[in-house]
């Protein structure tokens, strides 16, 4: 079978070109034969050689650059393309207008985010041109169920990570050091912390995951002062909050905790106050939203 994977970026080390470039190479070593469209990368063109794919610089600037359009429908032609696999909206844009010139078999699309699905990217999904759609959850499937795209249409291909093969050479003791992680500590990372980004299916996977593997730890990164204490009170309210107060008052060696909440979240504030926290202080953060900050100090180790 010839398969052409679309990835409109030139980037190498993200986690979806990652899983791109393991997919196609799993995809070779069945006994296909794989094309893989990016931006113009020198990394991409050494890795498709190496892995014996074929790479297409492919400028895709915008999801309407006509150009590149004319040139994925070419691509299709002269490998004779059996399934085109489009990884990212831009990729799945500018398939349909290259569908407008040229046969495609079987359009294959993933949705790995739970943004807003507007009227252009829902037709994007509901065209019967679209043979089957990819999610990375169940939730960003019943994202796009509701807003009109047939069940049956949608494989639900969890977006897993094999602990012992990703980045093995990374030395993460510093980072592990300052947030007091011991070696088997397991630590999920969710960095952007924004609406539509999923972080409160996160949070709730972790009060289930916290439980049957208290060796987990979940660290959210980049997110706004109001954000933050919108994720800390959610996470007292599913049984997460207790846990988390314990492990940084006991790994703080000795130096002093501050911790701040909504001024009107009684349920956060009794947790600080039954862990030995004392209010240091109040703020207005955003008009009509005060923050109490509370502190104390850490045992010494």
């Known amino acids: 079978m010839n398969i052409l994977q679309i990835y409109p970026k030139a980037d190498f080390f993200t986690g979806a070109a990652i899983q791109l470039r393991d997919l196609a190479a799993g995809l070779v070593g069945?006994?296909?034969?794989?094309?893989?469209?990016?931006?113009?990368?020198?990394?991409?063109?050494?890795?498709?050689?190496r892995g014996r794919m074929h790479?297409?610089?492919?400028?895709?600037r915008s999801s309407l650059d006509l150009r590149s359009a004319w040139a994925l429908a070419r691509l299709i032609r002269e490998h004779r393309i059996d399934v085109v696999h489009c990884q990212k909206g831009r990729a799945r844009s500018l398939a349909l207008l290259a569908g407008l010139t040229?046969?495609?078999?079987?359009l294959i699309l993933n949705r790995g985010v739970s943004?807003?699905?507007?009227?252009?990217?829902?037709?994007?999904?509901?065209?019967?041109?679209?043979?089957?759609?990819?999610?990375?959850c169940e939730s960003i499937k019943r994202g796009l169920v509701a807003n009109g795209v047939p069940a049956g249409k949608i494989e639900v291909i969890y977006s897993g990570t094999d602990l012992a093969r990703f980045h093995p050479d990374v030395d993460?003791?510093?980072?592990?050091?300052?947030?007091?992680?011991?070696?088997?500590?397991?630590?999920?990372?969710?960095?952007?912390?924004?609406?539509w980004r999923g972080n409160d299916d996160v949070l709730e996977a972790m009060a289930r995951v916290c439980h049957a593997a208290p060796h987990a730890r979940l660290?959210?990164?980049?997110?706004?002062?109001?954000?933050?204490?919108?994720?800390?009170?959610?996470?007292f309210r599913r049984g997460i909050g207790a846990a988390l107060?314990?492990?940084?008052?006991?790994?703080?060696?000795?130096?002093?905790?501050?911790v701040a909440t909504g001024q009107d979240n009684a349920p956060a504030r009794?947790?600080?106050?039954?862990a030995g926290f004392a209010v240091v202080g109040r703020a207005e953060v955003e008009p009509g939203l005060w923050v109490t900050h509370y502190a104390r100090w850490s045992p010494a180790k």
Do not use: K, N
Request: charged share 20%; aromatic share 6%.
């Open 219 to 235: 660290l959210f990164v980049g997110a706004p002062a109001p954000r933050i204490a919108t994720l800390r009170d959610r996470a």
């Open 172 to 195: 993460g003791r510093r980072i592990r050091a300052e947030l007091g992680l011991a070696p088997g500590h397991a630590l999920v990372t969710q960095v952007g912390i924004r609406s």
């Open 102 to 106: 040229v046969r495609i078999p079987a």
């Open 115 to 136: 943004f807003p699905v507007d009227r252009w990217t829902r037709l994007g999904y509901t065209t019967p041109r679209v043979a089957a759609i990819v999610a990375v």
């Open 30 to 49: 069945r006994g296909h034969h794989v094309v893989v469209a990016t931006r113009p990368s020198a990394q991409w063109d050494v890795a498709c050689h």
């Open 55 to 60: 790479h297409a610089p492919v400028p895709m």
């Open 270 to 274: 009794a947790l600080y106050e039954r």
């Open 245 to 258: 107060v314990a492990h940084v008052v006991t790994h703080a060696g000795g130096r002093r905790v501050i």
